[in-house]
């Protein structure tokens, strides 16, 4: 019996449509990160922040899951140890896939938070500037949605399933940011197995003991039937 802990990154739905942040052309080449991803910008400018995430609210809900997130989902169903997604996705394709044990540490485009008192609701498809809490009703609700300079959600729980993985895979995911970049250093300080599957090593590969390189629709099967036959 062997804990499994998956990281994944926007590489994992890029097969879905959904663009990555990294990329030539993807969204940090089409925003300014301080713009749209954290709370300084969101203070200078909600309504360009919150139509940010309309747009990739909307997408995200026409993306389909593929055969990556459905591997994911076939391995937590079909292991007879523990599996644990630890995502830095904000769209909802592993959960739409059928994982269940999943962290969304840098929060959901379908969730809304209040600025005022924390609450957190279902988010509708269309937020505005100043909508209304559900709970205290203050006009503080934005996008649920770690930004620069905000903690990770759920970071004493991924650190324990770090602490006692087995393996550890990353997947689809740059290693430019952290706290997500140092759980591979954690992983095999616990003495995992680690194992980057990426088209190409990322800015941590070196730190990986394997390495699987392709389209995660490709790679992630093919690693998962490895695992479930060992
Ligand atoms: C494929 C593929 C295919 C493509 N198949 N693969 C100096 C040093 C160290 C740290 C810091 C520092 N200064 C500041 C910090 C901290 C900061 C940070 O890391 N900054 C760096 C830029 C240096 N981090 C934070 O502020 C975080 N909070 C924090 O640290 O709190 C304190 C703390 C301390 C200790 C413990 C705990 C907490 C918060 C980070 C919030 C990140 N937010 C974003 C945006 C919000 C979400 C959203 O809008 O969606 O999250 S940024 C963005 O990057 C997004 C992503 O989740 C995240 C990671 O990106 P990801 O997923 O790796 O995507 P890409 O595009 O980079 O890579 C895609 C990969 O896929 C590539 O490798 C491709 O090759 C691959 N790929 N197609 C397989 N088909």
């Known amino acids: 019996m062997s804990n499994i802990v998956i990281l994944t990154g926007a590489g994992i739905s890029a097969e ?25 910008g969101f203070a200078q400018d909600p309504s360009l922040v919150v139509a940010f995430y309309n747009k990739r609210r909307e997408q995200a809900a026409k993306a389909k899951p ?11 169903a079909a292991h007879t140890g523990t599996v644990l997604v630890v995502t830095q996705n904000v ?3 592993h959960e739409r896939a059928g994982s269940r044990n999943l962290i969304h540490m840098h929060g959901a485009l379908n969730s809304a938070l209040c600025a005022a008192c924390d609450h957190r609701w279902d988010a509708p498809m269309v937020m505005a500037v100043g909508d209304a ?18 903690m990770p959600y ?10 006692q993985a087995d393996i550890f895979a990353a997947i689809g995911t740059s290693g430019n940011v952290y706290p997500a970049a140092g759980f591979v250093a954690e992983a095999r300080r616990a003495g995992a197995r680690t194992v980057e599957i990426n ?32």
């Open 16 to 40: 879905s449509g959904l663009e990555t942040f990294r990329a030539e052309t993807g969204l940090w080449a089409q925003h300014r990160v301080e713009d749209v991803a954290t709370p300084e």
């Open 66 to 76: 593929n055969a990556a997130h459905e591997a994911l989902a076939h391995l937590e």
């Open 91 to 93: 769209d909802d394709l």
């Open 133 to 150: 809490c559900l709970s205290c009703g203050a006009p503080s609700a934005r996008p649920d949605i770690v930004w620069f300079g905000e």
């Open 154 to 163: 759920q970071m004493d729980e991924i650190f324990e399933a770090l602490g």
């Open 199 to 230: 088209l190409e090593l990322s800015s941590v590969g070196s730190q990986f003991a394997d390495a699987l390189l392709g389209p995660a629709t490709r790679t992630v099967p093919d690693w998962v039937a490895g695992i479930l036959n060992d």
